[in-house]
């Protein structure tokens, strides 16, 4: 689902004026409404490292110059989307410009690990999202039961399920899951 611009610039105008609320870990921009998201939790935050590690190490055969990070925005203005992915990969110079949020045609990959409240969002909207925006790969990791999906354009029809402990390929990047926990 798309926003007509001015509404999209009103919601991003409010919400970069959101004080910072204990708990509240991100702030997305999605189907024409802000949405708190809450502070992950220690296995959701080792996924990430862990992930982003075995990414990393690749990257410079791979896409010299480009970097597996968490913690950026992803903005796509058009959709009126504001999603903040567990992690992306996109150019390392991005970090030294002044912009706010990536653009989607910079992101090779985002990375989702899928959160005990929402799973939906992960499994359903950000598929949607993503896909729309043009993202080559989607990886979808979910602790609640050990598995996950590698989703990859175009439009994700392609959909590769896996369970940790499996070792898979992502676009060009090979990743082992055996590193991946269940939540407690």
Not at 10 to 35: F, H, M, S, W, Y
Not at 60 to 83: C, N, V, W
Not at 134 to 147: A, E, F, K, N, V
Not at 158 to 173: L, Y
Request: proline share 8%; net charge negative.
């Amino acid at each position: 689902m798309s926003i007509d611009p001015a509404t999209y610039a009103r919601l991003r105008e409010i919400a970069d004026q959101l004080p910072q609320i204990p708990g509240i870990g991100k702030i997305e921009i999605a189907e024409g409404e802000i949405v708190m998201m809450m502070s992950p939790v220690a296995r959701h935050e080792l996924a990430v490292r862990r992930i982003a590690q075995q990414l990393e190490a690749q990257l410079p055969q791979t896409h010299p110059g480009y970097i597996a990070h968490g913690g950026a925005d992803l903005e796509d203005p058009g959709l009126g989307q504001l999603r903040n992915p567990d992690l992306m990969i996109f150019p390392d110079e991005f970090l030294e410009s002044e912009r706010r949020a990536v653009l989607p045609h910079q992101v090779l990959l985002v990375m989702e690990v899928v959160s005990r409240s929402n799973p939906e969002n992960d499994y359903e909207n950000k598929v949607r999202d993503y896909a729309a925006m043009g993202i080559p790969h989607y990886l979808l990791i979910d602790p609640r039961d050990g598995t996950g999906i590698v989703h990859s354009t175009p439009h994700y029809a392609s959909r590769e399920k896996f369970a940790f402990g499996d070792t898979i390929t992502v676009g060009p990047w090979s990743v082992d899951t055996s590193v991946l926990r269940t939540y407690a």
